[in-house]
């Protein structure tokens, strides 16, 4: 039973447009999410946060959205740049867990020229 | 921040054969973690490396199949034991820091291929 859905495999976006990747957790108890962004031969790399007690994050050109009501969250990339290509994994955590975040299976972002 | 190094990068093995992967951080962290990830799946956790003790395996996860040390703060080491074609995936070590409890330091990650 996955806890962290993220249902788009992957996403195809021009340079210059946004990118929008989507993220749906299960469990009530998480509190904190996280993105992290995956290149190819590397691990993955934390890329922005968010507490449960906020709807928005921004830093820079990344934002990150979150609906608790939903159960919901996304992360948004404007301008999309070709470097911005990787697969991002959404990740959920909870203070009883340690804060040991579940992730989703992630998305592969290509950005074309 | 913590850099972290992972030995060997890749391997490919016989099965019923093991494999010792070696993870190493640039500096001391609090908390060492083992994830495996299968092709086309999330970023499963195996196991909690603790300092000096046993470490704790997550659920479908045990000691025999996935032994672990941490002899320090800053060295762990996974072994695959036994392995069978199944064993195949990207096994990846992780670390928090004091001051980013919060966030993972992913090391390189080590792919694993078993015949």
């Known amino acids: 039973d996955q806890q962290v859905k993220q249902n788009s495999p992957s996403l195809s976006v021009q340079e210059g447009r946004i990118s929008i990747l989507n993220c749906d957790y299960t469990n009530s108890m998480f509190d904190y999410f996280l993105w992290y962004k995956k290149y190819p031969a590397e691990g993955p790399t934390f890329l922005i946060s968010?507490?449960?007690?906020?709807d928005k994050n921004e830093d820079g050109r990344f934002t990150v959205f979150l609906n608790k009501s939903a159960k919901h969250l996304s992360l948004h990339i404007v301008p999309s740049q070709p470097g911005d290509s990787a697969v991002y994994f959404c990740a959920a955590s909870a203070v009883g867990g340690s804060y040991i975040p579940t992730f989703g299976r992630g998305t592969s972002l290509i950005v074309h020229p | 921040s913590a850099v972290i190094s992972q030995k060997p990068s890749r391997d490919i093995c016989q099965r019923g054969t093991s494999l010792t992967i070696q993870c190493q951080v640039d500096?001391?962290?609090?908390?060492m973690f083992w994830y495996r990830q299968q092709p086309g799946q999330s970023l499963t956790l195996i196991a909690t490396a603790n300092q000096g003790s046993e470490a704790t395996y997550e659920s479908g996860f045990v000691i025999d199949k996935f032994p672990i040390s941490r002899p320090n703060l800053t060295f762990s080491t996974l072994t695959v034991s036994n392995m069978s074609p199944e064993d195949s995936s990207i096994y990846l070590c992780s670390a928090t820091t004091a001051s980013s409890y919060n966030e993972q330091f992913f090391g390189p990650g080590t792919r694993l291929t078993v015949l």
């Open positions: 968010i507490s449960s007690i906020k």
């Open positions: 500096s001391q962290v609090t908390m």
